[in-house]
């Protein structure tokens, strides 16, 4: 594993989480990294990603607004700021790196090296 998430929890609704990824050498100007969520029996899916070259971001249009992702260059680390959880927002959460074109950033097919994922549960 040359990821490590953490910070998941279970929280209530309209609470607050933040997630963290540790990514080192994931995070020079060619690289994108992004968080994604599976929950049981669904797909996995795009929540949102930085470019570091770029410092853009991208989010799913369901957390826009909610979530807010930002780094640390000096600890090589990505952050996910999850607020006013919802329960729809259970499930397990993967930060993930790849040198991804722009067109991309939401597909998970892209994305070569991967986390463990963090469980996240919200209760209503």
């Known amino acids: 594993v040359q990821l490590q998430a953490y910070g998941g929890g279970l929280v209530q609704a309209g609470g607050s989480l933040r997630l963290s990824c540790a990514a080192p050498g994931r995070t020079s100007s060619s690289y994108t990294t992004a968080w994604f969520r599976q929950a049981p029996g669904k797909e996995r899916e795009f929540v949102a990603a930085?470019?570091?070259?770029?410092?853009?971001?991208y989010y799913a249009d369901s957390v826009k607004g909610r979530f807010t992702i930002s780094r640390d260059n000096a600890k090589s680390t990505m952050y996910l700021q999850m607020n006013s959880l919802k329960p729809e927002d259970t499930a397990v959460y993967y930060c993930?790196?790849?040198?991804?074109?722009?067109?991309?950033?939401?597909?998970?097919?892209?994305?070569?090296?991967w986390g463990q994922g963090t469980q996240v549960t919200v209760s209503s």
């Open positions: 930085f470019r570091w070259g770029t410092l853009s971001t």
């Open positions: 993930a790196a790849g040198r991804v074109i722009t067109s991309s950033v939401r597909s998970p097919s892209q994305y070569n090296t």
